[in-house]
């Protein structure tokens, strides 16, 4: 049984790039969200998807950031002119618990996205 | 969603019971309160949830008060590996799903 894929595991750009971000969840999860987190903060949700709808966006995105999930099966994450603010780990979890689930807070983390803007 | 108040670090020995409390004072009806265990440069993963009174599996135990406002978790006999950032976090069934993590506390075993 794989657990959640992220790739890449590092990459570092320069301010003004694009980069991309691709999440495998696993297999029939029909719930994944999209997670940043800086050095001594925990997780900052960004968005979620139930299948290929995206249904929760955080006002905290700005618009340089998109995501998408074709298929309901993998998604990207997408960061277009890269900031140095933007450095992080970007995570990716996934789920098919439902939210009455005695452990529906139970969501699957990938290892993560490491992302260096020079 | 319910704000979560946890100490930021604590430390413990090999061998030793930790118990990590948590305060949620505005938890509402349908909330229930899940922790998260995470490692460096791993993302988070799931320990235990509960609603109320006691819960116990494998790995740890969670203790929650009849009022609900706080709940703690307790870790026994932690050893080295056990070393990590734990998160309080409160999950209500009739949202997205989505978690709401905060700084967690920080959990030093030494030998």
């Known amino acids: 049984d794989t657990g959640v894929s992220q790739d890449p595991r590092h990459k570092i750009t320069k301010r003004g790039q694009n980069v991309t971000f691709r999440c495998d969840p696993i297999s029939e999860h029909n719930r994944l969200y999209w997670y940043r987190q800086t050095l001594g903060q925990g997780p900052e949700f960004l968005t979620y998807f139930q299948n290929e709808a995206q249904l929760e966006k955080s006002r905290l995105l700005s618009d340089r950031f998109s995501a998408e999930r074709p298929k309901g099966s993998f998604s990207t994450l997408e960061i277009q002119r890269t900031e140095q603010g933007d450095s992080a780990m970007y995570l990716c979890?996934?789920?098919?618990?439902?939210?009455?689930?005695?452990?529906?807070?139970?969501?699957?983390f990938g290892e993560g996205s490491r992302l260096t803007v020079l | 969603l319910a704000k979560t108040t946890q100490p930021i670090s604590m430390d413990s020995y090999e061998g030793q019971e930790v118990n990590i409390t948590c305060s949620h004072n505005n938890i509402a009806t349908n909330d229930y309160i899940t922790w998260y265990q995470q490692f460096p440069s791993q993302g988070p993963r799931f320990i235990i949830q509960?609603?109320?009174t006691k819960v116990t599996n494998e790995v740890a135990s969670l203790f929650i008060p009849a009022d609900r406002k706080s709940s703690t978790l307790s870790l026994p006999r932690v050893s080295l590996s056990d070393t990590a950032v734990y998160y309080c976090l409160v999950f209500g069934s009739g949202n997205t799903g989505k978690l709401i993590f905060g700084q967690g506390t920080t959990l030093q075993v030494k030998p």
């Open positions: 979890a996934s789920t098919n618990r439902g939210l009455a689930d005695t452990r529906a807070g139970e969501l699957f």
């Open positions: 509960g609603y109320k």
